[in-house]
Nanobody
Framework: QVQLVESGGGLVQAGGSLNLSCAASGRTFSSLSMYWLRQAPGRERNFVAAVTGSGFARSYADSVKGRFTISRDNAKNTMYLQMNSLRPEDTALYYC???????????????WGQGTQVTVSS
């Protein structure tokens, strides 16, 4: 079993930045592909970004390319999402997810955190 805990959400003005963290426990962290997804009110949960266990490969949704950067520190069992140039449409509950397989672009992974709220004001 894998436990995931997100942190770093908050309220920020459009154009601002936030750095989300996801702390993992319960399994060798480097064996897991890690994912960020988000869900706005009344909408389905959508893929945002992914990183392989080694950290060498990354994948992004088109809507965040060039603005968001996913990374991980396997020594700290932690994944990050640096979000720059935030827009009101980035407002959502952001989830961290993990999977033993590399499957970017999906929304049905093995393990999930509880989410952290990001609100971008205009």
């Amino acid at each position: 079993q894998v436990q995931l805990v997100e942190s770093g959400g908050g309220l920020v003005q459009a154009g601002g930045s936030l750095n989300l963290s996801c702390a993992a426990s319960g399994r060798t962290f480097s064996s897991l592909s890690m994912y960020w997804l988000r869900q706005a009110p009344g909408r389905e949960r959508n893929f945002v970004a992914a990183v392989t266990g080694s950290g060498f490969a990354r994948s992004y949704a088109d809507s965040v390319k060039g603005r968001f950067t996913i990374s991980r520190d396997n020594a700290k069992n932690t994944m990050y999402l640096q979000m720059n140039s935030l827009r009101p449409e980035d407002t959502a509950l952001y989830y961290c997810a993990a999977d033993t397989k590399w499957r970017p672009g999906r929304n049905n992974y093995d393990y999930w955190g509880q989410g952290t709220q990001v609100t971008v004001s205009s």
